[in-house]
């Protein structure tokens, strides 16, 4: 009777898994070129009328609107394709944290175009929004300015990586209160986690990237022990 050492591994699954990591970032990228296309679709309809909800050039107008919703569609999938895409390609180099905030950020900003551009199509003026969305920037920057200054400043550090998860540092700042050593334990988005051996501190970004940062110094090499006079090493001649 033979025994198995472990369980069977479904390999159909494993291929079809590996195939689909594989062949979902060319279905991003024909999601984008398809909007793209439904948005010169949509701009070559209009062309032939002024406004929509009017008697004139009906076939056209609906080709419009249904190019434009087209386009809101196959745009959308490709900014969440191409995100998860960024989010694997670039974890295993930079780490959870900071790949989310470029997930995010792609996001956000994808999906800020789609919407402004589907609102083009359909006539809809994005003037006033834009300058809405520019205000309330500005007043969450103000009110968040320090958060933002800890997501910035992580980003500097990840991409200048004077230290990575793991070194032995030793910072020195005003900010700090004086000098910090330890281990890194972890790069977050905000904070840099150090284990100094007695706890674990979470540095904020802005003030490591302030600091003066190096390797932990090493301790220095004691004396050398004393030498015993050569006659006490000798031993008792005998009596």
Known sequence: MHLQDGPDVD???QVARTVKDKTRPWGSIISLA??????ITSAWAHSFFK????SDHVPYQIIAAASAVAFF???SIATFGLS???RRVLEPRIGTAHTAVV?????LVGEFATLAIT????DVPIGQLLLGGVLTSVIVGIAAQQAMSNVFAGMVLLLARPFRAGDLIWLRGSGLGGELTGTVTEIGITYVRLDTGASVMSVPNSQVLNAVVGPRPQPHPSAAAPVSPPGDD???PPG
């Open 11 to 13: 390999l159909p699954v």
């Open 34 to 39: 398809l909007a793209i296309a439904a948005a």
């Open 51 to 54: 406004a929509y909800f009017r």
């Open 73 to 75: 569609v196959f745009a």
């Open 84 to 86: 998860r895409a960024a």
């Open 103 to 107: 997930r995010y950020s792609l996001l």
């Open 119 to 122: 609102l083009a199509l359909f």
């Open 234 to 236: 000798q031993p008792t």
